[in-house]
T-cell receptor, first 109, second 114 residues
Framework: AQRVTQPEKLLSVFKGAPVELKCNYSYSGSPELFWYVQYSRQRLQLLLRHISRESIKGFTADLNKGETSFHLKKPFAQEEDSAMYYCAPLLYNTDKLIFGTGTRLQVFP | DAGVIQSPRHEVTEMGQEVTLRCKPISGHNSLFWYRQTMMRGLELLIYFNNNVPIDDSGMPEDRFSAKMPNASFSTLKIQPSEPRDSAVYFC????????????FGQGTRLTVV
């Protein structure tokens, strides 16, 4: 069965601390992987996608096929990073976009 | 394009009443998704359409929930009869089917059933 797991509901750090939001997936086949972010009172929006190998707002995510993980990382958290973060795998030959349960990141000053 | 448009933004209704949520996807997008967001369960996929055809409705919780997409520019999610446990934020999203294309979300409809 297709499944995506974000084990932490809440992650609290102080400004300047490193951040790692975990995401593990269980899919048959090779999914495309995305991270979406939802800032307070705003709609969900794409943060980054695996295939682009990009860094957005200082965040990066590395696909580990052996561990089936796609953890989101940032070396120095900022207060404006406080938001809900969702991991979302998309199986290449389907259109079914499933989200994890989300992790709320709180960055304290 | 104004993005994915959902209406209403907020809906308060009494238990047992019918509720209809509306979504206008981005023009040209051929996939449309309905999600429900709650604190406990996160963002759950209810149903998605491709080229106006329902592809997977396995996430629809009960027969009280139904969704339609009569044309490429409009979709509805209906709950009849509504119950307090249906209270949540319902999101609609659309994307152009294909690899590496992101989904664009609406602002959501916050539903409260009292």
């Amino acid at each position: 069965a297709q499944r995506v797991t974000q084990p932490e509901k809440l992650l609290s750090v102080f400004k300047g601390a490193p951040v790692e939001l975990k995401c593990n997936y269980s899919y048959s086949g090779s999914p495309e992987l995305f991270w979406y972010v939802q800032y307070s009172r705003q709609r969900l929006q794409l943060l980054l996608r695996h295939i682009s190998r990009e860094s957005i707002k200082g965040f990066t995510a590395d696909l580990n096929k052996g561990e089936t993980s796609f953890h989101l990382k940032k070396p120095f958290a900022q207060e404006e990073d406080s938001a809900m973060y969702y991991c979302a795998p998309l199986l290449y030959n389907t259109d079914k976009l499933i989200f994890g349960t989300g992790t709320r990141l709180q960055v304290f000053p | 394009d104004a993005g994915v448009i959902q209406s209403p933004r907020h809906e308060v209704t009494e238990m047992g009443q019918e509720v209809t949520l509306r979504c206008k996807p981005i023009s040209g997008h051929n996939s449309l998704f309905w999600y429900r967001q709650t604190m406990m369960r996160g963002l759950e996929l209810l149903i998605y359409f491709n080229n106006n055809v329902p592809i997977d409705d396995s996430g629809m919780p009960e027969d009280r929930f139904s969704a339609k997409m009569p044309n490429a520019s409009f979709s509805t999610l209906k709950i009849q009869p509504s119950e307090p446990r249906d209270s949540a934020v319902y999101f609609c999203a659309s994307r152009l089917q294909g690899s590496n294309t992101e989904a664009f979300f609406g602002q959501g409809t916050r539903l409260t059933v009292v």
